[in-house]
Protein backbone atom coordinates (compact mmCIF):
# COMPACT_ATOMS: atom_id res chain seq x y z
CA UNK A 1 0.00 0.00 0.00
CA UNK A 2 1.26 3.14 -1.11
CA UNK A 3 1.74 6.13 1.74
CA UNK A 4 1.82 9.84 1.38
CA UNK A 5 4.94 10.98 2.38
CA UNK A 6 4.84 14.49 4.80
CA UNK A 7 7.84 16.46 3.16
CA UNK A 8 7.81 19.69 5.91
CA UNK A 9 6.86 22.21 7.57
CA UNK A 10 6.74 20.30 10.98
CA UNK A 11 9.43 21.48 12.08
CA UNK A 12 8.37 25.02 11.44
CA UNK A 13 11.69 25.55 9.36
CA UNK A 14 11.79 27.13 5.54
CA UNK A 15 9.33 25.36 3.63
CA UNK A 16 11.02 23.00 0.90
CA UNK A 17 11.02 24.57 -2.66
CA UNK A 18 8.28 24.17 -5.01
CA UNK A 19 7.61 20.92 -6.42
CA UNK A 20 9.06 18.88 -3.45
CA UNK A 21 5.64 17.67 -2.18
CA UNK A 22 4.56 16.39 -5.46
CA UNK A 23 8.24 14.92 -6.62
CA UNK A 24 7.91 13.29 -2.92
CA UNK A 25 4.67 11.38 -3.37
CA UNK A 26 4.79 11.28 -7.40
CA UNK A 27 4.05 7.61 -6.95
CA UNK A 28 1.14 7.95 -4.47
CA UNK A 29 -0.53 10.68 -6.91
CA UNK A 30 -0.24 8.14 -9.63
CA UNK A 31 -1.59 5.15 -8.04
CA UNK A 32 -4.67 7.48 -7.24
CA UNK A 33 -4.84 8.87 -10.88
CA UNK A 34 -5.29 4.94 -11.49
CA UNK A 35 -7.74 4.86 -9.56
CA UNK A 36 -9.78 7.22 -11.15
CA UNK A 37 -8.99 5.57 -14.55
CA UNK A 38 -10.56 2.56 -13.44
CA UNK A 39 -13.09 4.09 -11.72
CA UNK A 40 -14.24 5.87 -14.51
CA UNK A 41 -14.10 3.12 -17.45
CA UNK A 42 -16.11 0.50 -14.96
CA UNK A 43 -18.80 3.43 -14.56
CA UNK A 44 -18.98 3.99 -18.02
CA UNK A 45 -19.55 0.42 -19.05
CA UNK A 46 -22.27 -0.15 -16.26
CA UNK A 47 -23.91 3.53 -17.38
CA UNK A 48 -24.11 2.78 -21.17
CA UNK A 49 -25.34 -0.70 -20.27
CA UNK A 50 -28.27 0.81 -17.67
CA UNK A 51 -28.55 3.88 -20.85
CA UNK A 52 -29.44 0.57 -23.41
CA UNK A 53 -31.60 -1.13 -21.04
CA UNK A 54 -33.62 1.77 -19.76
CA UNK A 55 -33.94 3.53 -23.23
CA UNK A 56 -35.72 0.63 -24.47
CA UNK A 57 -37.59 0.43 -21.75
CA UNK A 58 -38.78 3.89 -22.02
CA UNK A 59 -39.79 3.41 -25.66
CA UNK A 60 -42.02 0.36 -25.23
CA UNK A 61 -45.54 0.31 -25.86
CA UNK A 62 -46.17 -1.06 -22.29
CA UNK A 63 -47.05 1.26 -19.98
CA UNK A 64 -45.51 0.16 -16.65
CA UNK A 65 -42.34 -0.56 -18.02
CA UNK A 66 -42.15 3.02 -19.75
CA UNK A 67 -43.53 4.12 -15.84
CA UNK A 68 -40.34 2.32 -14.31
CA UNK A 69 -38.10 4.33 -17.09
CA UNK A 70 -39.31 7.69 -16.72
CA UNK A 71 -39.14 7.83 -12.62
CA UNK A 72 -35.57 5.45 -13.25
CA UNK A 73 -34.74 8.99 -15.42
CA UNK A 74 -36.33 11.41 -13.48
CA UNK A 75 -35.65 10.62 -9.69
CA UNK A 76 -31.82 10.20 -10.44
CA UNK A 77 -31.16 12.74 -12.77
CA UNK A 78 -32.84 15.32 -10.52
CA UNK A 79 -31.06 14.29 -7.06
CA UNK A 80 -27.12 15.41 -6.33
CA UNK A 81 -25.03 12.48 -7.17
CA UNK A 82 -23.18 12.57 -3.60
CA UNK A 83 -26.57 11.96 -1.80
CA UNK A 84 -26.28 8.67 -3.97
CA UNK A 85 -22.66 7.90 -3.20
CA UNK A 86 -23.79 8.12 0.50
CA UNK A 87 -26.93 6.17 -0.27
CA UNK A 88 -24.72 3.32 -1.76
CA UNK A 89 -22.09 3.49 0.77
CA UNK A 90 -23.44 4.22 4.24
CA UNK A 91 -27.27 3.58 3.46
CA UNK A 92 -26.91 -0.11 1.80
CA UNK A 93 -25.28 -1.72 4.77
CA UNK A 94 -28.90 -0.75 6.83
CA UNK A 95 -30.75 -3.37 4.65
CA UNK A 96 -27.51 -5.60 4.70
CA UNK A 97 -25.92 -4.56 1.41
CA UNK A 98 -22.02 -4.31 2.66
CA UNK A 99 -20.02 -2.64 -0.33
CA UNK A 100 -16.53 -1.81 -0.19
CA UNK A 101 -16.20 2.22 -1.08
CA UNK A 102 -15.01 0.95 -4.32
CA UNK A 103 -17.69 -0.53 -5.35
CA UNK A 104 -20.63 1.50 -3.96
CA UNK A 105 -18.69 4.57 -5.80
CA UNK A 106 -18.82 2.46 -9.27
CA UNK A 107 -22.15 1.53 -8.32
CA UNK A 108 -23.71 5.43 -7.48
CA UNK A 109 -21.47 6.68 -10.52
CA UNK A 110 -22.87 4.45 -13.10
CA UNK A 111 -26.14 4.40 -11.96
CA UNK A 112 -26.25 8.25 -11.94
CA UNK A 113 -24.57 8.49 -15.47
CA UNK A 114 -26.93 5.59 -16.61
CA UNK A 115 -29.82 8.32 -16.45
CA UNK A 116 -28.50 10.74 -18.43
CA UNK A 117 -26.99 7.93 -21.51
CA UNK A 118 -30.60 6.26 -21.40
CA UNK A 119 -31.58 10.39 -22.62
CA UNK A 120 -29.04 10.59 -24.85
CA UNK A 121 -29.82 7.29 -26.50
CA UNK A 122 -33.26 8.04 -26.42
CA UNK A 123 -33.34 11.99 -28.07
CA UNK A 124 -31.30 9.99 -30.91
CA UNK A 125 -33.66 7.33 -31.93
CA UNK A 126 -36.57 10.32 -31.76
CA UNK A 127 -34.40 12.71 -33.85
CA UNK A 128 -34.60 10.43 -36.72
CA UNK A 129 -37.67 11.30 -38.36
CA UNK A 130 -40.18 8.37 -39.19
CA UNK A 131 -40.43 10.06 -42.55
CA UNK A 132 -36.69 8.83 -42.76
CA UNK A 133 -37.38 5.01 -42.88
CA UNK A 134 -40.56 5.81 -44.94
CA UNK A 135 -38.78 7.30 -47.82
CA UNK A 136 -35.97 4.30 -47.50
CA UNK A 137 -38.26 1.58 -47.43
CA UNK A 138 -40.73 3.41 -50.76
CA UNK A 139 -37.46 3.26 -52.59
CA UNK A 140 -36.68 -0.29 -52.12
CA UNK A 141 -34.78 -0.49 -49.40
CA UNK A 142 -35.69 -3.71 -47.01
CA UNK A 143 -36.66 -2.82 -43.53
CA UNK A 144 -32.52 -3.80 -42.61
CA UNK A 145 -31.36 -2.00 -45.28
CA UNK A 146 -33.39 0.92 -44.13
CA UNK A 147 -31.61 0.72 -40.81
CA UNK A 148 -28.65 0.29 -41.89
CA UNK A 149 -27.84 2.79 -44.67
CA UNK A 150 -30.41 5.59 -43.38
CA UNK A 151 -32.11 5.77 -39.55
CA UNK A 152 -28.85 4.31 -37.48
CA UNK A 153 -26.51 6.29 -39.22
CA UNK A 154 -28.40 9.20 -38.62
CA UNK A 155 -29.18 7.75 -34.88
CA UNK A 156 -25.60 7.43 -33.89
CA UNK A 157 -24.97 10.20 -35.53
CA UNK A 158 -26.85 12.26 -33.30
CA UNK A 159 -26.26 10.38 -29.88
CA UNK A 160 -21.98 9.76 -29.90
CA UNK A 161 -21.50 13.90 -29.06
CA UNK A 162 -23.61 13.63 -25.97
CA UNK A 163 -22.10 10.34 -24.86
CA UNK A 164 -18.59 12.11 -25.74
CA UNK A 165 -19.63 14.85 -23.21
CA UNK A 166 -21.35 12.16 -20.69
CA UNK A 167 -18.14 10.64 -20.81
CA UNK A 168 -15.95 13.74 -19.62
CA UNK A 169 -18.90 14.46 -16.82
CA UNK A 170 -18.37 11.09 -15.79
CA UNK A 171 -14.75 11.14 -15.47
CA UNK A 172 -14.85 14.44 -13.64
CA UNK A 173 -17.33 12.69 -11.46
CA UNK A 174 -15.25 10.01 -10.25
CA UNK A 175 -13.63 13.16 -7.75
CA UNK A 176 -16.56 12.77 -5.84
CA UNK A 177 -15.54 9.18 -4.66
CA UNK A 178 -13.22 11.04 -2.37
CA UNK A 179 -15.77 11.76 0.35
CA UNK A 180 -16.30 7.85 0.83
CA UNK A 181 -12.46 7.51 1.02
CA UNK A 182 -12.02 5.64 -2.16
CA UNK A 183 -8.00 5.92 -2.68
CA UNK A 184 -8.61 7.77 -6.25
CA UNK A 185 -6.89 11.16 -7.47
CA UNK A 186 -8.42 13.64 -5.43
CA UNK A 187 -8.61 11.65 -2.01
CA UNK A 188 -4.61 11.05 -2.43
CA UNK A 189 -4.18 14.54 -3.43
CA UNK A 190 -6.08 15.68 0.03
CA UNK A 191 -3.65 13.02 2.18
CA UNK A 192 -0.60 14.72 0.86
CA UNK A 193 -2.18 18.38 1.40
CA UNK A 194 -2.95 17.42 4.91
CA UNK A 195 0.54 15.84 5.61
CA UNK A 196 2.58 18.95 3.57
CA UNK A 197 0.19 22.06 3.48
CA UNK A 198 1.59 22.57 0.01
CA UNK A 199 -1.90 23.32 -1.12
CA UNK A 200 -1.44 25.44 -4.52
CA UNK A 201 1.49 22.79 -5.54
CA UNK A 202 -0.72 19.54 -4.61
CA UNK A 203 -4.14 20.72 -5.96
CA UNK A 204 -2.41 22.59 -9.31
CA UNK A 205 -0.76 19.36 -10.62
CA UNK A 206 -3.97 16.93 -9.77
CA UNK A 207 -5.96 19.76 -11.87
CA UNK A 208 -3.10 19.47 -14.74
CA UNK A 209 -3.98 15.54 -14.22
CA UNK A 210 -7.67 16.03 -14.60
CA UNK A 211 -7.30 18.32 -17.76
CA UNK A 212 -4.63 15.96 -19.44
CA UNK A 213 -7.89 13.45 -19.53
CA UNK A 214 -10.69 15.75 -20.07
CA UNK A 215 -8.62 18.40 -22.46
CA UNK A 216 -8.53 15.71 -25.52
CA UNK A 217 -11.76 14.17 -24.52
CA UNK A 218 -13.27 17.10 -25.16
CA UNK A 219 -11.50 18.28 -28.76
CA UNK A 220 -12.53 14.49 -29.78
CA UNK A 221 -15.85 15.24 -29.02
CA UNK A 222 -16.05 18.58 -31.04
CA UNK A 223 -13.97 16.70 -34.03
CA UNK A 224 -16.61 13.70 -33.76
CA UNK A 225 -19.17 16.09 -33.44
CA UNK A 226 -18.16 18.57 -36.72
CA UNK A 227 -17.35 14.96 -38.48
CA UNK A 228 -20.91 13.30 -38.24
CA UNK A 229 -22.64 16.66 -39.24
CA UNK A 230 -22.66 15.14 -42.54
CA UNK A 231 -24.66 12.32 -41.69
CA UNK A 232 -27.59 14.58 -40.77
CA UNK B 1 -36.91 -4.07 1.35
CA UNK B 2 -38.59 -4.92 4.77
CA UNK B 3 -35.52 -2.33 6.57
CA UNK B 4 -36.17 0.29 4.39
CA UNK B 5 -39.92 0.46 5.81
CA UNK B 6 -38.91 0.19 9.68
CA UNK B 7 -41.00 2.45 11.15
CA UNK B 8 -38.49 3.13 14.31
CA UNK B 9 -36.14 4.00 11.42
CA UNK B 10 -38.67 6.83 10.13
CA UNK B 11 -39.83 7.79 13.54
CA UNK B 12 -37.51 10.95 13.48
CA UNK B 13 -39.36 12.25 10.58
CA UNK B 14 -42.59 12.83 12.43
CA UNK B 15 -40.73 15.00 15.07
CA UNK B 16 -41.01 19.18 13.92
CA UNK B 17 -37.97 19.64 15.82
CA UNK B 18 -35.83 17.57 12.35
CA UNK B 19 -38.20 19.32 9.80
CA UNK B 20 -37.20 22.74 11.27
CA UNK B 21 -33.59 20.96 11.28
CA UNK B 22 -34.26 20.22 7.12
CA UNK B 23 -35.53 23.26 6.48
CA UNK B 24 -32.44 25.35 8.20
CA UNK B 25 -30.38 23.39 5.55
CA UNK B 26 -32.50 23.75 2.71
CA UNK B 27 -32.62 27.89 3.03
CA UNK B 28 -28.50 27.51 2.98
CA UNK B 29 -28.87 25.54 0.27
CA UNK B 30 -31.25 27.64 -1.70
CA UNK B 31 -28.93 30.60 -0.90
CA UNK B 32 -26.05 29.40 -2.33
CA UNK B 33 -27.70 28.26 -5.52
CA UNK B 34 -29.48 31.61 -5.36
CA UNK B 35 -25.96 33.86 -5.40
CA UNK B 36 -24.58 31.33 -7.37
CA UNK B 37 -27.07 31.80 -10.21
CA UNK B 38 -26.71 35.55 -10.04
CA UNK B 39 -23.00 35.98 -10.13
CA UNK B 40 -22.64 32.97 -12.47
CA UNK B 41 -24.90 34.00 -15.06
CA UNK B 42 -23.23 37.82 -14.89
CA UNK B 43 -19.61 36.21 -14.89
CA UNK B 44 -21.20 34.10 -17.76
CA UNK B 45 -22.32 36.81 -20.20
CA UNK B 46 -18.69 38.68 -19.55
CA UNK B 47 -16.87 36.20 -20.05
CA UNK B 48 -19.40 35.03 -23.41
CA UNK B 49 -18.79 39.05 -24.65
CA UNK B 50 -14.97 38.38 -23.84
CA UNK B 51 -14.52 35.55 -25.67
CA UNK B 52 -16.43 36.54 -28.65
CA UNK B 53 -14.47 40.27 -28.89
CA UNK B 54 -12.29 41.35 -31.56
CA UNK B 55 -9.28 42.11 -28.49
CA UNK B 56 -6.85 39.37 -27.93
CA UNK B 57 -6.24 40.87 -24.46
CA UNK B 58 -9.91 40.20 -23.94
CA UNK B 59 -10.33 37.40 -25.53
CA UNK B 60 -7.20 34.68 -24.92
CA UNK B 61 -7.82 35.19 -21.26
CA UNK B 62 -11.52 34.47 -21.51
CA UNK B 63 -10.94 31.33 -23.30
CA UNK B 64 -8.27 29.70 -21.27
CA UNK B 65 -10.30 30.60 -17.83
CA UNK B 66 -13.13 28.98 -19.48
CA UNK B 67 -11.62 26.13 -21.00
CA UNK B 68 -9.91 25.13 -17.86
CA UNK B 69 -12.43 25.86 -15.43
CA UNK B 70 -14.88 23.67 -17.32
CA UNK B 71 -12.67 20.79 -17.78
CA UNK B 72 -11.88 20.28 -14.07
CA UNK B 73 -14.17 18.29 -11.03
CA UNK B 74 -16.27 21.10 -9.33
CA UNK B 75 -15.10 18.90 -6.20
CA UNK B 76 -11.30 20.10 -6.87
CA UNK B 77 -11.83 23.79 -7.24
CA UNK B 78 -13.80 23.68 -3.99
CA UNK B 79 -11.09 22.31 -2.44
CA UNK B 80 -8.85 24.65 -4.46
CA UNK B 81 -10.44 27.57 -3.49
CA UNK B 82 -11.07 26.57 0.56
CA UNK B 83 -7.95 25.21 1.32
CA UNK B 84 -5.81 27.88 -1.00
CA UNK B 85 -7.79 30.66 0.99
CA UNK B 86 -6.86 29.38 4.13
CA UNK B 87 -3.15 28.72 3.23
CA UNK B 88 -3.44 32.40 1.53
CA UNK B 89 -4.51 33.78 5.24
CA UNK B 90 -7.71 35.03 3.48
CA UNK B 91 -10.89 33.92 6.42
CA UNK B 92 -12.89 32.00 3.59
CA UNK B 93 -15.59 30.66 5.06
CA UNK B 94 -16.49 27.14 4.10
CA UNK B 95 -20.16 28.60 2.67
CA UNK B 96 -18.12 31.56 0.90
CA UNK B 97 -15.32 29.52 -0.35
CA UNK B 98 -18.40 26.75 -1.63
CA UNK B 99 -20.62 29.47 -2.98
CA UNK B 100 -17.32 30.97 -4.76
CA UNK B 101 -16.20 27.72 -6.33
CA UNK B 102 -19.53 26.92 -7.63
CA UNK B 103 -20.20 30.52 -9.22
CA UNK B 104 -16.74 30.36 -11.15
CA UNK B 105 -17.39 27.10 -12.35
CA UNK B 106 -21.04 27.18 -13.07
CA UNK B 107 -20.05 30.99 -14.82
CA UNK B 108 -17.25 29.44 -16.80
CA UNK B 109 -20.36 26.87 -18.74
CA UNK B 110 -22.93 29.48 -18.61
CA UNK B 111 -20.63 31.83 -21.16
CA UNK B 112 -20.50 28.50 -23.43
CA UNK B 113 -24.09 28.54 -23.22
CA UNK B 114 -24.70 32.29 -23.57
CA UNK B 115 -22.05 31.82 -26.70
CA UNK B 116 -23.62 29.18 -28.47
CA UNK B 117 -26.87 31.36 -27.68
CA UNK B 118 -25.24 34.43 -29.34
CA UNK B 119 -23.56 32.75 -32.12
CA UNK B 120 -26.61 31.20 -33.19
CA UNK B 121 -28.78 34.69 -34.13
CA UNK B 122 -28.27 34.37 -38.03
CA UNK B 123 -25.57 37.07 -39.52
CA UNK B 124 -28.46 38.60 -41.43
CA UNK B 125 -29.79 39.55 -38.13
CA UNK B 126 -26.47 41.64 -37.63
CA UNK B 127 -26.35 42.66 -41.16
CA UNK B 128 -30.25 43.76 -40.95
CA UNK B 129 -29.32 45.90 -37.79
CA UNK B 130 -26.00 47.42 -39.13
CA UNK B 131 -27.91 48.26 -42.80
CA UNK B 132 -31.07 49.92 -40.54
CA UNK B 133 -28.49 52.22 -38.92
CA UNK B 134 -27.58 50.83 -35.78
CA UNK B 135 -24.25 50.26 -34.27
CA UNK B 136 -22.68 47.39 -32.69
CA UNK B 137 -24.70 47.87 -28.71
CA UNK B 138 -27.66 48.70 -30.19
CA UNK B 139 -27.95 46.14 -32.41
CA UNK B 140 -26.29 43.50 -29.52
CA UNK B 141 -29.30 44.75 -27.02
CA UNK B 142 -31.81 45.33 -29.33
CA UNK B 143 -31.87 42.54 -32.00
CA UNK B 144 -29.16 40.11 -30.85
CA UNK B 145 -29.83 39.59 -27.02
CA UNK B 146 -33.47 39.32 -26.98
CA UNK B 147 -33.30 36.71 -29.49
CA UNK B 148 -30.29 34.92 -27.93
CA UNK B 149 -31.95 34.84 -24.43
CA UNK B 150 -34.99 32.94 -25.43
CA UNK B 151 -32.84 30.05 -26.75
CA UNK B 152 -30.84 30.43 -23.97
CA UNK B 153 -33.57 29.32 -21.25
CA UNK B 154 -34.08 25.96 -21.65
CA UNK B 155 -30.05 24.69 -21.47
CA UNK B 156 -29.45 27.82 -18.94
CA UNK B 157 -32.26 26.00 -16.50
CA UNK B 158 -30.36 22.56 -16.88
CA UNK B 159 -27.58 24.24 -16.20
CA UNK B 160 -29.30 25.57 -12.68
CA UNK B 161 -30.50 22.18 -11.78
CA UNK B 162 -26.81 20.89 -12.18
CA UNK B 163 -25.74 24.00 -10.16
CA UNK B 164 -28.73 22.99 -7.40
CA UNK B 165 -27.33 19.56 -7.21
CA UNK B 166 -23.67 20.49 -6.97
CA UNK B 167 -24.51 22.80 -3.59
CA UNK B 168 -24.54 19.11 -1.66
CA UNK B 169 -20.64 19.12 -2.78
CA UNK B 170 -20.13 21.89 -0.03
CA UNK B 171 -20.93 19.43 2.61
CA UNK B 172 -17.81 17.64 2.45
CA UNK B 173 -15.90 21.20 3.65
CA UNK B 174 -18.42 21.23 6.02
CA UNK B 175 -21.32 23.97 4.95
CA UNK B 176 -24.78 22.67 7.14
CA UNK B 177 -26.68 22.51 3.96
CA UNK B 178 -29.23 19.96 3.02
CA UNK B 179 -26.71 17.41 2.63
CA UNK B 180 -24.69 17.90 5.50
CA UNK B 181 -27.86 18.06 7.43
CA UNK B 182 -28.83 14.86 6.29
CA UNK B 183 -25.83 12.99 7.26
CA UNK B 184 -26.15 14.75 10.63
CA UNK B 185 -29.59 12.87 11.11
CA UNK B 186 -28.46 9.67 10.45
CA UNK B 187 -25.29 9.94 12.23
CA UNK B 188 -27.54 10.35 15.18
CA UNK B 189 -30.57 8.25 14.39
CA UNK B 190 -28.92 5.72 12.50
CA UNK B 191 -31.05 6.05 9.73
CA UNK B 192 -29.16 6.50 6.30
CA UNK B 193 -31.31 5.03 3.68
CA UNK B 194 -34.15 6.68 5.35
CA UNK B 195 -32.49 10.24 5.85
CA UNK B 196 -30.58 10.42 2.52
CA UNK B 197 -33.97 9.28 0.78
CA UNK B 198 -35.87 12.58 2.26
CA UNK B 199 -32.94 14.28 1.12
CA UNK B 200 -33.17 13.13 -2.10
CA UNK B 201 -36.65 13.39 -2.64
CA UNK B 202 -36.53 17.32 -1.48
CA UNK B 203 -33.65 17.64 -4.19
CA UNK B 204 -36.31 15.92 -6.54
CA UNK B 205 -39.26 18.14 -5.69
CA UNK B 206 -37.16 21.44 -6.92
CA UNK B 207 -35.10 20.67 -9.87
CA UNK B 208 -37.97 18.60 -10.84
CA UNK B 209 -40.19 21.62 -11.27
CA UNK B 210 -37.45 23.33 -12.56
CA UNK B 211 -37.33 20.97 -15.51
CA UNK B 212 -41.41 21.17 -16.04
CA UNK B 213 -41.37 24.69 -16.09
CA UNK B 214 -38.62 24.48 -18.38
CA UNK B 215 -40.13 22.17 -20.97
CA UNK B 216 -43.21 24.08 -21.11
CA UNK B 217 -41.28 27.21 -22.31
CA UNK B 218 -39.36 24.84 -25.05
CA UNK B 219 -42.80 24.04 -26.21
CA UNK B 220 -44.11 27.64 -25.96
CA UNK B 221 -40.68 29.04 -27.53
CA UNK B 222 -41.21 26.11 -30.35
CA UNK B 223 -44.92 27.25 -31.09
CA UNK B 224 -43.65 31.32 -30.90
CA UNK B 225 -45.87 32.11 -27.86
CA UNK B 226 -43.98 35.03 -26.48
CA UNK B 227 -43.18 34.89 -22.80
CA UNK B 228 -46.56 35.02 -20.94
CA UNK B 229 -48.07 35.55 -23.80
CA UNK B 230 -51.70 33.05 -24.01
CA UNK B 231 -51.12 30.02 -25.23
CA UNK B 232 -52.37 29.00 -28.82
CA UNK B 233 -53.48 25.58 -29.78
CA UNK B 234 -51.30 24.06 -32.31
CA UNK B 235 -51.87 23.84 -36.28
CA UNK B 236 -50.05 20.82 -38.16
CA UNK B 237 -46.40 19.85 -36.93
CA UNK B 238 -44.63 22.23 -34.72
CA UNK B 239 -42.28 24.43 -36.75
CA UNK B 240 -37.95 23.51 -36.80
CA UNK B 241 -38.47 20.29 -36.14
CA UNK B 242 -38.25 17.69 -33.21
CA UNK B 243 -37.38 19.37 -30.16
CA UNK B 244 -35.20 18.06 -27.60
CA UNK B 245 -38.03 17.96 -25.06
Same mark, same amino acid.
Given at each position: ?L ?21 ? *? ?11 V ?5 ? @?V ?31 ? *? ?15 ? !??? =??P??? #? #? ?8 G ?12 A ?6 ? #? ?6 S?G??M ?5 P ?14 ? %? ?9 ? $?? !? ?6 A??? *? ?25 ? @? ?12 | ?8 R???F???? $? ?14 ? %? ?11 F ?11 ? =? ?31 G ?11 T ?20 G?W ?7 ? +? ?29 ? +? ?23 ? *? ?15 N???? @? ?6 ? +?????V ?18 A?
Open positions: MQATPTALAGGGAPPPFGTAVLA *NLPFLLSGMLATQLALLA @LLALALGVVFAILRSVPVRPLRFVGTAYVEFVR *NTPLLVQTFFAYFGLPT !VGV =RLAFT #A #AFLALGVYTAFVTEAIRSGILVDRGQSE #AARSLGMFQGRYVVLQAIAATVPPLGNLSI %ALFKNTSLASS $IA !VAELLYNQII *NSRTFATYEIYGFVGLCYLVFTLPMGA @LVGLLERRLTRYR | MQAFFEPRWAPLEPA $IWQFIWTGLQITLSMA %AIAIIGSLALGLLALCRMSRLPFL =RYPAVVFVETVRALPVLLLIFFIFFGAARAGLLSPFGAGTLALLYTGAINAEIMRAGITSIGRQEAARSLGL +DYRQTLSYIVFPQAARRVVPPQVSQIITLIK +DTSLAAVIGVGELTRRGQLIYQSEV *NPLQSLFVCACIYFLIYSLS @LVSRRWEV +DAALGPPSGRRVQPVGPLPGGPSA
